[in-house]
């Protein structure tokens, strides 16, 4: 097959794609938003219509029963989906970055055994970095796991895991050597199912991303078989959890690029309904600049996704791009909702219209998968490290 051919061909699969979940959306998710997202009820159904769609495997390779999307074409669901409802991406994107985790650094053995499973949503659950004293630095993690025969033994608390109620495996980070200098030596990333020794010990209450499971969990004399180590060998945590990361960037842009997208496309429906002064608001220049704002970060912030995605495609690094795209499209989100909020009036601040979640739900992306300040960091310490002087 020429490569044009090939090109088109995986261009129609892509949109069949995309156009499979925009019809799931329609029918099954937009309806029951409100109810859910009020009620911080736990979507059973839509996981299982999650399953079915292929979405616990997105990204895992086609080899091991996923559906191996490019993370351009994931970042587009993701904003999809976003769009309608932020909370749901959370519970397949966590999910697929432990499953990155594995499929990056894992062995052949780890592999063959545990993707399988991810990608069918058979075992569903998370990453497990933040303990409740670190989360941006997490050097400084205490969780420890000692060797013992052909286990670990792990003792410590993780807190804001996402899917730690619901969720039944996790990849966690643990300190194997708490001496190790420097401190990323000494740290490894197991993979963790439940089981006797790991409890969740409280669910988290916030002021949105509600529906998903965020909780605390403890470890207690809990044993994993040494094979759960990721890629076998120790000292490797820091570097499989910052790989893991690379992709997550990525998908909270995308989830940016969805909530900025939903507060303008919100406000310009409703700005052609509304009427003051005997016409629509969007004939009002106030409103026609932000508006005109508005879309303008909406374009912007899907480039910039879209650039990191190419990137990490190519197989290249993309700290620096992902770094951009998560900072930029998170702010975009946050100034986007704020805005759609202001045009609804006094009905953006009510529970029957969708503008009051996403100003709840959109400070979120600036804190996760590393916060807003620490991207701007990663920014220019690549600046200074591709452009010595
Ligand atoms: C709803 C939700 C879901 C989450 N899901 C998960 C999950 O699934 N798994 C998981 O492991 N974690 C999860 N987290 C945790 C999240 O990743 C952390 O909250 C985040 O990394 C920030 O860590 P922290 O809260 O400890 O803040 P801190 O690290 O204490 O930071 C506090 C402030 O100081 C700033 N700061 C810190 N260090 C520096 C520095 N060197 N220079 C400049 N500024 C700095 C930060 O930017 C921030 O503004 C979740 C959090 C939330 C709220």
Known sequence: MDTHVARSAEAEE??????????????????????????????????EQMKELGLFGATIPVEYGGLGLSATVYAKIVEKIAEVWMSLSGIFNSHLIMAACVSRLGTDAQKAEWLPKFASGEIRGGLALTEPDCGTDLQAIRTRA????????????????????????FALLVKTDSEAKPRHKGMSMLLAPKGPGFSVSKKLEKLGYKGIDSAELVFDDYRVPAANLIGGIEGQGLQTALGGLELGRINVAARGCGLASAALMDSVRYSQIRKTMGKPICEHQAIQLKLGEMATRVQAARLLTYDAARIYDAGLRCDMEAGMAKYFASEAAVENSLEALRIHGGYGYSKEYHVERYYRDAPLMCIGEGTNEIQRIIIAKQLVERFPA
């Open 146 to 169: 000692v060797r013992d025969g052909d286990h670990y033994i792990v003792n410590g608390t993780k807190t804001w895991i996402s899917n730690g109620i619901h969720g039944s495996c």
């Open 14 to 47: 892509e949109a069949a794609l995309l156009d499979t979940i925009a019809k799931w959306l329609d029918r099954d998710v937009r309806p029951h938003v409100l109810r859910l997202e009020h009620a911080d009820e736990w979507p059973a159904e839509m996981v």
